[in-house]
């Protein structure tokens, strides 16, 4: 899964992040999250180590490579098959897995695909720091702020669009965000805001890892 993400390196990003390390910061997204009846913990986190796994096979296929949304939900569905059979007796959780997340229906699903927006932007904001690119990766926000629905997560990406207005001055905050509404997903738990900061200084170059589960970390 050493595969550069595509959306960074057309961007020129330096170093980007892989497949493989996305996937993994998702699974410590859902670690964090607090522990809620209505949503099951451990299922979202299988669901995040999975979502993307397809794309070992067929790479990160973006909008920008002209392949049909059809065609490209074609190619990673025979990705998964093939990873399926070849992953043994594990091989039926792990297509179906892919399939709750592809179909969106259930809470975990929809939970995941809401933290895999976030994290686009929370990346976005950590390249334009760490490379001093202000407004540089605009598009991000841009075509993904306003898709995230749950509102414990727009109050962290409201979070960090005021905190690049700091680096980034003249930066607009997107309307969409105000009010704050929440589709109909069920009773989610939010993520502390110290586990945010956790998740932040942790996945930072040269950072070390925090104490988590509701203590007090340094912003």
């Not at 096979?57 to 920008?64: A, K």
């Not at 190619?75 to 990873?83: G, S």
């Not at 001055?169 to 989610?188: F, S």
Request: hydrophobic fraction near 35%.
């Amino acid at each position: 899964m050493n595969i550069k993400r595509t959306g960074w390196v057309l961007c020129h990003v330096e170093d980007p992040e892989r497949i493989a390390g996305h996937m993994y910061r998702m699974g410590i997204m859902t670690f964090l999250l607090d522990d809620d009846k209505s949503f099951d913990k451990v299922r979202c986190l299988k669901l995040a180590l999975v979502h993307d796994l397809a794309e070992c096979i067929v790479g990160d296929i973006t909008p920008c490579c002209g392949v049909a949304p059809e065609e490209k939900h074609r190619r990673e569905d025979n990705a998964m098959q093939e990873l399926a059979q070849l992953a043994g007796s594990c091989g039926t959780e792990l297509y179906c897995l892919y399939k709750e997340y592809e179909e969106q229906k259930t809470p975990e699903a929809k939970l995941v695909k809401e933290l895999d927006r976030f994290d686009m932007i929370l990346q976005a904001f950590e390249y334009e720091t760490v490379e001093s690119r202000p407004h540089g990766l605009q598009e991000f926000f841009d075509s993904t702020a306003v898709c995230v629905a749950l509102s414990f997560l727009r109050r962290s990406v409201l979070e960090i669009e005021c905190a690049s207005s700091t680096t980034c001055k003249g930066r607009k905050i997107p309307t969409q965000l105000r009010p704050l509404k929440e589709r109909a997903v069920g009773p989610i738990s939010i993520i502390p805001a110290a586990g945010m900061r956790a998740l932040h200084t942790f996945l930072q170059p040269g950072g070390q890892p925090p104490t988590l589960h509701g203590q007090e970390v340094p912003a």
